[in-house]
């Protein structure tokens, strides 16, 4: 069964940089049919896609975000990461990795994980 | 850029009852790459329907989505307790890749 685990920091300090890794079981993010992405939500602006990156390591970006984010494939470890540089209280939010079915004739994404709830206060 | 609009942002209905959610999209948007998401509190969102009436699998039949151009449908056709939650959708967008409704809450009396 296909299961995907962040972690990370639950507390960030503003202006530092946020990272977290997405563990991938039950799949290999090899596969060539698929992104890997992240997806935060905030009470106040629902759900916002950050990014999603191929195994390859070709990404696409929240233009939004594009300049603070960095994102990153292990494909010996079978993890994905984000980065999020230069936080502040904003970027307070639950993180979800999730994997992204994007081509031609698809756009959904199909498999989610708890979520992790990241805090940005000094 | 599409800018998805889900209306009504609450809906409360009775167990049995047939429930209406609608996602109305700024401009044309293509029927395949329209997806709705069940979020229940305190879990994260889990894909309903993706292409707008596809289901996505072990989804229930009670749940069916259809529309094109710039209106989309989700329906529950006998809303049962369970289907207490925030509905998505979501699409294609040319510069922000991936866009989000703003969801509609759907309570049971």
């Known amino acids: 069964q296909l299961q995907l685990q962040e972690s990370g920091p639950g507390l960030v300090k503003p202006s530092e940089t946020l990272s977290l890794t997405c563990s991938v079981s039950?799949?290999?993010?090899?596969?060539?049919?698929?992104?890997w992405g992240w997806i935060r939500q905030t009470p106040g602006k629902g759900l916002e896609w950050i990014g999603s990156i191929y195994f390859s390591g070709s990404t696409h970006y929240n233009p939004s975000l594009k300049s603070r984010v960095t994102m990153s494939v292990d494909t010996s470890k079978n993890q994905f990461s984000l980065k999020l540089s230069s936080v502040t209280a904003a970027d307070s939010a639950v993180y979800y990795c999730?994997?992204?079915?994007?081509?031609?004739?698809?756009?959904?994404?199909?498999?989610w994980g708890q979520g992790i709830l990241v805090t940005v206060s000094s | 850029e599409i800018v998805l609009t889900q209306s009504p942002a609450t809906l409360s209905s009775s167990p049995g009852e047939r429930v209406t959610l609608s996602c109305r999209a700024s401009q044309t948007a293509s029927s395949d790459y329209l997806a709705w998401y069940q979020q229940k509190p305190g879990q994260a969102p889990r894909l309903l329907i993706h292409?707008?009436?596809r289901r996505a699998t072990g989804i229930p039949d009670r749940f069916s989505g259809s529309g094109s151009g710039t209106d989309f449908t989700l329906t529950i056709s006998r809303l049962e307790p369970e289907d207490c939650a925030v509905y998505y959708c979501?699409?294609?967008?040319?510069?922000?890749?991936?866009?989000f409704g703003q969801g509609t809450k759907v309570e049971i009396k």
């Open positions: 039950g799949t290999t993010i090899s596969s060539s049919t698929y992104y």
């Open positions: 999730v994997r992204d079915v994007d081509t031609t004739m698809d756009l959904f994404f199909d498999y």
């Open positions: 979501q699409h294609f967008g040319r510069s922000v890749r991936k866009t």
């Open positions: 292409g707008a009436s």
